[in-house]
């Protein structure tokens, strides 16, 4: 699995989650170093928008969000259509998939996703 974050004005590195995804790794290993500063290079009228998975909505992570003072909107579970991000994770997807050849291993398929994700051209 890999973790990405998109606004109008930057993208978050590509952060490849082995294993499951908790709560406390959520905001230890995604929203720490990656959202928050996101979110700050924004400026303060940004708005965290995740899909509502059970680590996004944990008590620890509501916790650290209250604490971060982090704007989250809020919206229905199981809308990924409202969400703009999961449109990019589909045409990644569908270029992963066209890729020729194709990834002979994890590795390679980091590698690709990592160039892709910040190439202009792709996206």
């Known amino acids: 699995m890999v973790w990405g974050g ?3 004005r930057l993208r978050t590195p590509l952060y490849h989650v082995v294993g499951n995804l ?9 929203l720490q170093p990656l959202v928050v500063p996101a979110l700050q290079a924004v400026g303060p009228r940004a708005i965290l928008q995740d899909d ?14 209250r604490q971060a003072r982090i704007n989250r909107i809020l ?7 409202l969400n ?13 998939q ?6 002979a291993n994890l590795g390679q398929l980091l590698q690709w996703l990592r160039s892709c994700l910040f ?5």
């Open 98 to 103: 066209q890729h020729h050849p194709p990834p």
């Open 22 to 30: 908790t709560g406390v790794r959520y905001q230890n290993e995604i």
């Open 6 to 8: 998109i606004s109008t």
């Open 75 to 81: 919206w229905p579970a199981n809308s990924p259509d």
């Open 84 to 96: 703009p991000i999961e449109h990019m994770w589909d045409e990644l997807c569908r270029r992963v």
């Open 52 to 65: 509502n998975a059970p680590p996004h909505r944990s008590a620890v992570v509501n916790t650290f969000i």
């Open 119 to 123: 190439c202009v051209a792709c996206l």
